[in-house]
């Protein structure tokens, strides 16, 4: 079968990999940022922070991995489409 949409697939994969440093990066914020806290007196704003800093990074992860199984999906659709396509006899 041919390869078609292979700009589709690269960029499926490079939404793969910025999902998975986005995540990497937004935990060790989150980590730094704790040890930081507890170093110091605790603050409020700065839990705050921590906490939503990575609730932020996991869920523009989870979105990143989903719109690249999305493409991936959106493809594979086309593929299955043009090989029913040219298995499948047109209806008289």
Not at 9 to 24: A, G, T
Not at 47 to 65: C, P
């Amino acid at each position: 079968m041919q390869n078609r949409y292979p700009a589709l697939r690269m960029v499926s994969s490079f939404f793969k990999f910025i999902s998975v440093i986005v995540f990497l990066a937004g935990f060790a914020a989150s980590l730094w940022s704790m040890f930081q806290m507890f170093q110091g007196e605790p603050d409020q704003w700065l839990t705050m922070l921590v906490v939503f800093g990575m609730l932020g990074s996991v869920i523009s992860a989870v979105v990143l991995y989903a719109l690249s199984d999305f493409l991936r999906c959106i493809v594979d659709i086309e593929a299955n489409t043009r090989s029913k396509e040219k298995t499948v006899p047109p209806q008289p």
